[in-house]
């Protein structure tokens, strides 16, 4: 199987060391075999046989798939496509087990299942067994992470089903005519995000349309390795979003909009799907950006102090940096401050704070650090996984009472007196 390596591509890296204060794991660990130049010569060794995929595991574990180093690199190595070879050769190599597969293959893109997962956080939320769980202290049979994360879950509420059911027009003459995409997970912790969403692009003049038959992204299932599942979902996504004639395909989700827009890439060797994969990706878009072209109508003075936490996947996969932090400072009185090395990932990153907890909490500590430098009233994030990574380590730091972390969507809507 290692002949399925991106071992061609390893050939781009120099090894110059630009990378190096770009990657998380190299600032937090120090070790180089956890850089990105490191690993794309373990990759390259695995490739040559000189050793074995178990060997380079541990070290491409721990990568968080930022992908920071593409956007410094100076020869435009394509790390990903380079960690994402690794984790296909991987995933054949060791079967994953039947749990996750389970998850990855039926329960992501299952919607009743999802539907059913949502009930049930809304219900251990709203019939207080969170508090007795924790009042008892329950949780502590729970492993740390979970634990942590627990106590930051947002509130659950349900996708507004009206608001979802058909076309939405706008009051006035459309500016554009968009297909929102809601994700999976998105959809079960964050739904009322999306509704804001529609709702935001609705009142800046947008038709917006929320197709039934989308799917989960895939991006999850390609981060395990299993990129036939993440063919399967990316297929049934540009099938679904083909019905109509949208100008945009818009999403909330930086971590999703990653995956969507390298449909292309991921479909480029199939001959009846390549064309149609191009044309997807091309039109899928953050909500920042559309947001960003028109001209949104706030009655609202916010009157606080602000910084940006940008995705990962947002900043170096769409390429988007701009259009978050222009709409923040086009919020009427709001102070916009800089975060000291706001680039450098959070720790995130899709479930690496799940599976790799205590790893993600040196890199979080490290930003937590920034943040105390500047102390703002609000963080705002663009990607759930951020969202929930930035509210446990304004909790972690006792920072909860005076700093609040917020989806940029949810400011934008405050802003416009949008509920």
Same mark, same amino acid.
């Given at each position: 199987m290692t002949e399925h390596l991106a071992y061609k591509e390893t050939f781009d890296c120099v090894q110059c060391g630009y990378c190096l204060p770009a990657c998380p794991t190299y600032v937090s660990i120090g070790k180089e075999s956890h850089s990105p130049r490191g690993r794309i010569n373990l990759v390259q060794m695995a490739a040559e046989g000189k050793i074995s995929i178990e060997e380079i595991t541990d070290s491409m574990e721990l990568c968080l798939g930022c992908r920071a180093c593409e956007t410094v690199c100076p020869t435009n190595v394509q790390y990903g496509k380079i960690l994402e070879s690794y984790k296909e050769v991987k995933a054949e190599e060791e079967k994953p087990f039947i749990l996750n597969k389970?998850?990855?293959?039926?329960?992501?893109?299952? $919607?009743k299942i999802?539907?059913?997962?949502t009930s049930s956080l809304k219900l251990y939320q709203n019939s207080g067994l969170n508090k007795a769980a924790r009042k008892t202290n329950l949780l502590g049979l729970l492993p740390d992470q979970l634990q942590a994360f627990e106590e930051i879950t947002p509130a659950i509420e349900k996708p507004d089903k009206k608001l979802r059911a058909a076309v939405q027009f706008p009051p006035s003459q459309t500016k554009a005519r968009i297909a929102f995409?809601?994700?999976c997970i998105m959809d079960v912790f964050f739904a009322k995000i999306n509704d804001l969403s529609i709702k935001l692009l609705q009142h800046a003049g947008c038709e917006v349309t929320v197709i039934k038959e989308q799917t989960c992204c895939g991006a999850l299932q390609n981060h395990d390795g299993d990129r036939s599942t993440s063919k399967k979902l990316a297929k049934e996504n540009i099938t679904a979003f083909e019905q109509g004639n949208y100008d945009y395909i818009v999403n909330s989700i930086g971590g999703c909009g990653a995956m969507l827009v390298e449909y292309d890439e991921l479909l480029k060797d199939e001959q009846k799907w390549a064309g149609r994969a191009k044309a997807f990706a091309e039109k899928n878009k953050d909500v920042s950006v559309i947001?960003?072209?028109l001209d949104i109508a706030f009655n609202k003075e916010m009157n606080i102090t602000a910084t940006y936490q940008p995705s990962c996947h947002l900043l170096n996969v769409q390429k988007v940096s701009e259009a978050p932090v222009q709409l923040l400072r086009s919020i009427p009185e709001i102070t916009y401050i800089p975060l000291p $090395?706001?680039?450098m990932c959070c720790g995130s990153a899709g479930i690496y704070n799940v599976v790799h907890y205590h790893e993600s909490m040196d890199i979080l500590?490290? $930003?937590?650090e920034n943040v105390k430098k500047i102390v703002p009233e609000m963080i705002v994030t663009s990607n759930p996984g951020c969202h929930l990574q930035m509210s446990l380590g304004v909790k972690r730091e006792g920072l909860a009472h005076k700093v609040k972390v917020v989806h940029i969507v949810e400011l934008l809507a405050e802003a416009c007196g949008i509920k």
């Open positions: 389970l998850a990855m293959q039926k329960g992501l893109p299952n $919607k999802l539907s059913v997962l995409f809601t994700g947001l960003n072209k $090395k706001g680039d500590d490290s $930003k937590m």
